[in-house]
């Protein structure tokens, strides 16, 4: 087996490769390695997303996301504008489509004024201006807001760890871990590694890992489906920069929304579906044993009796383009069925508690010589740096 490594991280997202990089800036020429079960990092959430550079004005203050996004979007756009990396500060446009939404975007503007962002409220004239195509009675422009290609990110940090002396072993899934004298005892597809420390990021995995590895694991992940359109070269202009609603607080995810990428691309969506395996991009994949495992878990079952009603909503939306696009037609009015095409989805890894609390902030869990990522949705990729550096500070702090 050979002797103990100083660190292992499990999962080559943009949270394990940020946490390898991390560890190996905090500790020149320790010995870490990426395990990472797919044929390249990347391959789930991390490149599947809205590729959005977030602000951080929907965080309660004093909360991880909070902080971490504030710090995050800046060393994010460093990290790609010094790596030749696409990156775009564009700002972006929350609108308020109905009467009734004008207080949560009053409450927005407050929040992200309490932030330290610069954020601009606006009449449906002066949103024209910035957005020619949008329908609404209200709008708030936050300018910290941007787009950035994560893929490349993700490529830049797997360099990097390599170039520091780490390694990226792809094809690789751990398949369990034991608690051992001096560390853990890692069992992969390809063998066994001993390490002084374990950190989880296995996104849509991690509580499976985390209860793997020993740790006391409340709640589970719950797979939600982000099922995205594309605007068609022709409809592009109707979008210039970033479109959301406002958001429903009762939800951690932001509603459908418009973000024109790096690329030029014009994505709309995410919407939000059970997925019915834990890297279900479609309907049709299926996992039996997993889809049963979340319909019995307690979290799923207190989640449904509590959004029943939103959930058939979102089933619809997801089954029915027409109700897609009139998702879409509140932010843009003029936007029509043939402007749009299909996209490839994403699935977010939400941790859901065992009443049925969907978990808003990131979670790390300690658990015996490891740390486990449990809950690192929207915006971790933005601030994958930070999470990173904080991961690597807990770890090194005796
Ligand atoms: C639809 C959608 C839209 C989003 N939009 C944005 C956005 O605009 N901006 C933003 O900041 N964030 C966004 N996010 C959130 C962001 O993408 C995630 O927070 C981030 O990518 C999480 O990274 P991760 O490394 O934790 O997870 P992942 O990227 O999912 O990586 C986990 C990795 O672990 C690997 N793994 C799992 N189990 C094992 C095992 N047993 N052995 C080895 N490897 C294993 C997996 O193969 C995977 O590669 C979005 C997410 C989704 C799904």
């Known amino acids: ?60 203050p004093g909360s991880l996301k909070a902080r971490l996004c504030a710090a995050g979007r800046r060393s994010i756009e460093t990290y790609a504008r010094d790596h030749g990396i696409p990156v775009e500060i564009t700002g972006k446009l929350i609108v308020a489509t109905r009467i009734e939404e004008i207080d949560r975007l009053d409450a927005l503007a407050e929040r992200g004024r309490a932030h330290g962002l610069t954020v601009r409220p606006m009449s449906p004239a002066e949103a024209a201006e910035v957005e020619p195509h949008i329908g609404c009675v209200a709008a708030l422009h936050v300018a910290e807001t941007g787009v950035v290609d994560f893929p490349a990110v993700c490529a830049q940090l797997a360099r990097d760890v390599v170039e520091l002396g780490g390694e990226v072993r792809t094809s690789c899934r751990v398949t369990a871990v034991a608690t051992v004298p001096g560390g853990q005892r890692v069992t992969t597809t390809s063998g066994e590694l001993r390490t002084r420390r374990l950190v989880n990021c296995g996104g849509l995995q991690s509580d499976l890992l985390a209860a793997a590895a020993g740790a006391n694991v409340s709640g589970r992940i719950i797979p939600f489906r982000g099922e995205y359109r594309e605007l068609v070269p022709a409809a592009r202009p109707l979008v210039r920069g970033l479109i959301y609603p406002v958001p429903d607080p009762r939800f951690p995810f ?112 300690s658990g015996p010589g490891a740390l486990h990522v449990l809950n690192a949705p929207s915006p971790a990729a933005t601030a994958s740096l930070e999470i990173g550096a904080e991961i690597a500070g807990r770890l090194t702090t005796p």
């Open 1 to 60: 087996m050979g002797s103990a490594l100083d660190a292992v991280v499990v999962g080559g997202g943009i949270v394990g490769l940020a946490t390898a990089r991390a560890l190996l800036l905090d500790r020149p020429g320790s010995a870490v390695v990426v395990l990472e079960k797919e044929s390249a990092p990347a391959l789930h959430q991390s490149g599947r997303n809205s590729g959005v550079i977030h602000s951080g004005i929907y965080y309660p």
């Open 254 to 365: 932001l509603g459908v929304h418009l973000t024109r990428g790096v690329d030029g691309g014009v994505h709309a969506g995410p919407n939000a579906v059970l997925a019915l395996a834990r890297e279900g991009y479609r309907w049709i994949d299926v996992d039996i044993g997993e889809t049963v495992d979340t319909l019995r878990s307690p979290a799923f079952r207190h989640l449904a009796r509590r959004h029943l009603r939103d959930g058939i909503g979102e089933v619809v939306r997801s089954l029915s383009e027409r109700r897609f696009l009139a998702e879409l037609q509140r932010l843009v009015p003029e936007l029509r069925a043939e402007d749009l095409q299909p996209a490839p989805a994403g699935v977010r890894a939400q941790a859901v508690l065992d009443d049925g609390t969907l978990v808003d902030d990131f979670l790390l869990v």
